[in-house]
């Protein structure tokens, strides 16, 4: 029989850990490899909520369409209730921080009220709740306006220049041109002031008088800017167009400084603005229990020649003016 020798107080030599400096270099290599991925990984959260977003306002999209298509071809309420005559928007849960409330908390942050159709005991509803039943995208994942920690619910709005009056505003022809129970909304402000009487730029009862621009290069929403959205509309100046320009409502620039749209004929996309106005505007919040939307700019008038390509990109996509011998930078 073979025999082990062996050695008393002796101790195996152990093989199997790190040194210290080892250690070091593997978390070293670690935390190079992290930073290194961070950012990709957060580029590609971004393209996901981007893709959520364009995919919110394309189902927005849809539901007009399929709303034209229920009512004779004509798109849908978007005169803002302010206007007299019992006005309807075509979704009534306006955006303020916490000033309007219903059943003891804000309307801006009640999901229900977006998916409430017309006729119900709330004067807060959705003319697309047979079209939409997911409140959600009415919201963009990349805004993060609050109330009290509670998120608001909607991030988007229609162009002033697309829809119906759901009642009468004013007299229409030949007082007004527009402003008749059931005729195109007003485009209150597509002259530079805040008027139901203008009859400076085209406004759009239906996709067939979609003409001057084309449906393609007319948007019917937007997402607006969390600190610059309130009632259902997108007020867009057309007459100013150079320099000295301003803006109305502003857009969203929450997709690496850009903003989301979709147009008449049905396709969705992200404009990247290229001014310093709109593309680096900040995010404020309002107070809690304001009625009315922040301004996170004063004036919007337009400085630079980018910004004024970014003026000029959103303008050429709301309207046109009647008359056509007025210098226009029709779209391209």
């Not at 849960?93 to 119900?120: C, F, H, K, R």
């Not at 619910?153 to 009056?165: E, P």
Request: with cysteine.
């Amino acid at each position: 029989m073979k025999t082990m020798n062996t050695r008393i107080g002796s101790q195996p030599k152990n093989t199997g850990g790190f040194t210290l400096i080892e250690l070091l270099v593997v978390i070293a290599i670690i935390a190079i490899l992290a930073a290194m991925l961070l950012p990709a990984l957060s580029h590609a959260k971004v393209q996901a909520q981007g893709i959520k977003c364009l995919s919110g306002m394309k189902q927005l999209q849809l539901a007009a369409i399929l709303y034209a298509d229920d009512n004779s071809g004509n798109w849908m309420p978007n005169q803002p209730e302010g206007d007299g005559g019992g006005q309807e928007d075509w979704v009534t849960v306006e955006m303020d921080w916490g000033g309007t409330t219903y059943n003891g908390g804000p309307v801006s942050t009640n999901w229900q009220l977006l998916i409430t159709p017309p006729g119900a005991t709330t004067q807060y509803y959705s003319f697309f709740q047979p079209y939409i039943k997911d409140p959600f995208i009415y919201k963009c994942p990349t805004d993060p306006s609050t109330i009290n920690g509670a998120p608001r619910v909607r991030s988007y709005a229609a162009s002033q220049a697309v829809g119906t009056c759901f009642a009468k505003v004013d007299a229409g022809p030949p007082t007004c041109v527009y402003g008749y129970a059931g005729g195109p909304v007003t485009g209150q402000w597509l002259s530079g002031a805040n008027s139901d009487c203008q009859n400076y730029g085209y406004c759009y009862q239906k996709l067939s008088q979609m003409i001057r621009p084309s449906p393609s290069y007319l948007f019917v929403f937007g997402e607006e800017h969390p600190d610059s959205i309130n009632d259902a509309g997108f007020a867009v100046q057309i007459a100013s167009i150079g320099l000295g320009g301003d803006w109305i409502d502003l857009p969203s620039n929450l997709h690496n400084g850009g903003g989301p749209f979709s147009f008449a004929d049905g396709h969705a996309e992200t404009h990247k603005w290229v001014g310093s106005l709109i593309s680096h505007l900040k995010f404020i919040n309002g107070p809690s229990g304001n009625d009315a939307a922040v301004e996170p700019v004063t004036g919007g008038v337009v400085t630079s020649i980018a910004d004024q390509r970014d003026l000029n990109w959103i303008q050429t996509r709301t309207s046109a003016p009647m008359n056509k011998n007025i210098p226009f930078p029709y779209p391209q």
